[in-house]
């Protein structure tokens, strides 16, 4: 069992940055990769930005790639968001997530991962 607490967000203006944080109780070799999945009332849950723990490799979302940068930190448990150069449109609640690697599919599916968090909000106003 892995359980995730997100920290962070918040509500900033347009153009602002903040960051999200997502504390694991425990890394274990069988995690594949971790994401930054983001859900807008009335809208599916999409993913941010994924994270694959062997290698390191990030990959970002057409929306917020250039903005975003996810990053982990491996003696701390820890994974980031810092989202730089914020607009209404990514006001939403942010949720991180752990999928196993015995779990297939794409680490870009929310339906394939095994633990999430309980999610913060981030509001940019206009």
């Known amino acids: 069992q892995v359980q995730l607490v997100e920290s962070g967000g918040g509500s900033v203006q347009a153009g602002g940055s903040l960051s999200v944080s997502c504390a694991a109780s425990r890394y274990t070799s069988s995690v594949d990769c971790m994401g930054w999945f983001r859900q807008a009332p009335g809208k599916e849950r999409e993913g941010v930005a994924v994270?694959?723990?062997?290698?390191?490799?990030?990959s970002y979302a057409a929306s917020v790639k250039g903005r975003f940068t996810i990053s982990q930190d491996n003696a701390k448990n820890t994974l980031y968001l810092q989202m730089n150069s914020l607009k209404p449109e990514d006001t939403a609640m942010y949720y991180c997530?752990?999928?196993?690697?015995?779990?297939?599919?794409?680490?870009?599916?929310?339906?394939?991962?095994?633990?999430w968090g309980q999610g913060t909000q981030v509001t940019v106003s206009s």
């Open positions: 994270i694959y723990l062997l290698t390191g490799y990030t």
């Open positions: 997530a752990t999928k196993l690697s015995g779990s297939g599919g794409t680490c870009w599916a929310p339906s394939v991962y095994n633990y």
